[in-house]
């Protein structure tokens, strides 16, 4: 089985069997989408909510949940996926340092999520799993043969979704 490492800010798509691996979310979001009529995947590890506040130089649109999400599809596309059989699965968003202000600015994990759960609902694709937020890092495995996501950290166990 192929494995395909997703580092941060890129996003990758595979077919079955082949495995997609990110590692060390914090408050990163790794988005999986998946169509499993044709057992096509993607995977986008995404370090920032919104790319409105990026400069030009070096746009890199892997790293915001509004670009990527939309650049995966895309590609998911051009792989054979057919849009109306995607659905997600999202991991990570964790604060992972204690704030002393509730100043949200701060907050990049939460904002992560939410950034990329509103992208979704805007492209119609269904939220059928995550594991979100904590305190806590994670390391996901993508399994585009069977479409399950694999949540593994350190003093939380393994979670399956």
Do not use: W
Not at 121 to 127: E, G, K, P, V
């Amino acid at each position: 089985m192929e494995i395909i490492r997703v580092g941060m800010g890129e996003y990758k798509t595979a077919k079955a069997p082949a495995m997609l691996v990110s590692f060390g979310l914090g408050s990163c979001v790794g988005v999986a989408l998946y169509d499993g009529v044709r057992k096509i995947g993607g995977l986008a590890h995404i370090m920032l909510p919104d790319s409105s506040l990026a400069g030009k130089k070096d746009f890199n649109p892997g790293k915001f949940a509004d670009t990527a999400i939309e650049h995966l599809v895309a590609e998911l596309k051009n792989g054979g996926a057919s849009t109306k059989n995607l659905v997600a699965k999202i991991a990570g968003g964790a604060q992972m340092f204690q704030l002393k202000s509730e100043n949200s600015v701060m907050m990049i994990g939460k904002r992560n999520v939410e950034a990329v759960r509103r992208k979704l609902n805007q492209l119609n694709i269904d939220l059928i799993a995550e594991d979100v937020e904590g305190n806590y890092g994670r390391t996901i495995e993508f399994c585009c043969e069977t479409g399950k996501l694999t949540v593994k950290t350190i003093g939380h166990g393994i979670k399956i979704l």
